[in-house]
Structure formats: structure tokens, C-alpha cells
């Protein structure tokens, strides 16, 4: 195992961070490393937005969820599909794009794209020490984060990505098992299977929370995957993202 893999191993999402702001270099290494992610056909359909205005990222945070984190870090990145500069370039190269810009295609290479690149991003911070959190609470009111950075159509805030060095540690949380995740040969589709290694994770998971609260917490994955996909969340983002010019062909 190499020092890349133990990185990325150790992965553990950090929630407080020293109050040391990231340097000029730290910031563009970690953007850098973020371009230098895999892209489809070239296209670079992202834009990332560090935040450093106080009151920005104030009501960045209120808007997340009232995320104390989100206010307070190193530095603060909002991660956003970004197809504006695309349909600038057919208004500037004389192509008829839009057709393109608004498919459902496009839409997930936009995706996809940004997720590549922060995930990059990722990597880079916690490989120089610092810690990271990921932060899709943005989503609760994307017009009114679209407005906070003044953000122009065919762009959309996927989610921030809070970084700096940790104040506090935390351990790193069990994943699903290898087997459940990774098929060879096409997908395995045999419920009882399925069924008995859940059975076996929500064991370890309850296990964990039971550990790290002190008794206080000792519920089930499977339990809270039920739980929060009982219920409605976020369902304007349809709407919202049609209103931006994407996936509406």
C-alpha cells in the first residue's frame, strides 16, 4: 500500500477546523489538482468559487443548514456544473449549441465533470494534512445561493467542499462491505444475499455509533436509509434545473 491509498483510505469527513486560513499556494494546488481530474471529451464543464467574503459565507451557511462549518474552515469551495462558457463559445464561434447544452447528455457530463474534480480536490487537501467535508446542504435553496455568488444561467451549485487543517479528529466511518458494492460480470441481484451482508453491515454500523457516542446512538444503516427516503426532499430541483438551461431535451 502506497501513501496515495493510505489517503484515501483514511478518509473521515472533518467538521472543525483551525481557525488558519489556506495560503494563496495551498488554495491554487488544490484547484490545479482539481483541473487535473479526468474530463469528458475535453469539455471542462465546471467552475469552482472559493469564498472568502465573511458575510457570503455567513449565509452560505445559514442556507445549508445553519453548518457552523461551512463559516468556519480554511477556505470554502462551491463546487458548480458550468455550461455558461459553452454557450459562449457557440454565440462566439458561430455554432448553434443549445440544443446540446440543454440534453439530458450534457446535463450529466456537467455532473459528472464537477464530481471528478472535486473529488480530486479531496484527495489533494487531505494528502497535505488538512481535512474536508462535503457539503450538499447547499442544495436546500440553490436560487438563493445562486444568488449569494452571482451565478449566471446554464451554472449550478452542486455543493461545497469545506477544507483546512482539523482541530479535532474523528474516526473513520465503516463502509458497505466490498462485496456489495463490486460485481464481476453483471449486476447480483440475489435479495437473500443482499439481505444477509446488510444484515452484517447494519451490525457493524450500530456497533460504531454505539462506540463513538457512548451508548447515546446505536442505530441501523438500513434503518436510516428508510428513514430518509420516507420522506420529500429538495423537490424543486427539477424546476430549478430545467430554469438553468439543463436537462431539458
Known amino acids: 500500500m502506497n501513501q496515495t491509498i493510505e489517503t484515501i483510505l483514511n478518509h473521515r469527513s472533518i467538521r472543525s477546523f483551525k481557525k488558519s486560513p489556506l495560503s494563496e499556494e495551498e ?130 451549485p452542486l455543493f461545497g467542499l469545506a477544507v483546512g487543517y482539523p482541530a479535532n479528529d474523528s474516526s473513520v466511518k465503516p463502509r458497505l462491505p466490498l462485496h456489495a458494492v463490486y460485481h464481476e460480470d453483471g449486476y447480483k441481484t440475489d435479495e437473500a444475499a443482499m439481505k444477509a451482508e446488510l444484515d452484517r453491515y447494519d451490525e457493524t454500523i450500530s456497533s460504531y455509533y454505539h462506540e463513538r457516542t457512548g451508548g447515546k446512538r446505536s442505530d441501523r444503516w438500513t434503518e436510516q436509509m428508510a428513514k430518509m427516503l420516507s420522506g420529500k426532499k429538495r423537490m424543486y430541483m427539477k424546476e430549478f434545473v430545467e430554469k438553468r438551461g439543463f436537462n431539458k431535451r
Open 27 to 156: 488554495i491554487h494546488t488544490i484547484v490545479k489538482s482539481a483541473q487535473a481530474a479526468s474530463t469528458s471529451s475535453y469539455i471542462q464543464a465546471y467552475t469552482i468559487i472559493g469564498v472568502r467574503n465573511p458575510e457570503k459565507k455567513k449565509k452560505l451557511a445559514e442556507l445549508a443548514g445553519n453548518q457552523s462549518y461551512v463559516e468556519e474552515n480554511g477556505h470554502f469551495f462551491v463546487f458548480c456544473a458550468d455550461l455558461y462558457r459553452h454557450e459562449n463559445i457557440g454565440k462566439w464561434e458561430g455554432a448553434d449549441v443549445m440544443a446540446s447544452l440543454e440534453s439530458t447528455e450534457k446535463f450529466m457530463v456537467s455532473l459528472i465533470d464537477t464530481s471528478l474534480a472535486a473529488q480530486n480536490a479531496a484527495i489533494a487537501a487531505e494528502s497535505m494534512g488538512m481535512g474536508i467535508c462535503y457539503i450538499g446542504g447547499i442544495r436546500n435553496d440553490l436560487e438563493a445561493v445562486s444568488e449569494v455568488l452571482g451565478l449566471p444561467r446554464h451554472v449550478i
